[in-house]
């Protein structure tokens, strides 16, 4: 079983980059996955807060998780024509 080394977010290249002890590395394109689940500005927020505090968590929840039910769950908003 491979083992998680590293996780962290490259600004250069905007990926979570996970490497594992066999070698492998997977890199998740944030800007795609935001581009894909993302609907408001309080949403982008969430993930951004996430990629760059936390990448080990956001890439378990691309990974592994439903970003979109996660974000509609942690984010809350009022429309301002309400």
């Given at each position: 079983?491979?083992?998680?080394?590293?996780?962290?977010?490259?600004?250069?290249?905007?990926?979570?980059?996970?490497?594992?002890?066999?070698?492998?590395?997977?890199?998740?394109?944030t800007?795609?996955?935001?581009?894909?689940?993302?609907?408001?500005?309080?949403?982008?927020?969430?993930?951004?807060?996430?990629?760059?505090?936390?990448p080990?968590?956001?890439?378990?929840?691309?990974?592994?998780?439903?970003?979109?039910?996660?974000?509609?769950?942690?984010?809350?908003?009022?429309?301002?024509?309400?």
């Amino acid at each position: 079983m491979k083992k998680l080394i590293s996780c962290e977010f490259n600004i250069d290249t905007t990926c979570v980059e996970l490497k594992y002890s066999d070698g492998s590395m997977v890199s998740i394109d944030t800007i795609a996955v935001e581009n894909e689940v993302v609907e408001n500005m309080y949403e982008q927020s969430e993930l951004d807060y996430l990629i760059y505090n936390a990448p080990a968590e956001y890439a378990d929840l691309i990974l592994n998780g439903d970003p979109v039910t996660y974000l509609k769950t942690v984010t809350r908003y009022n429309s301002l024509d309400d």
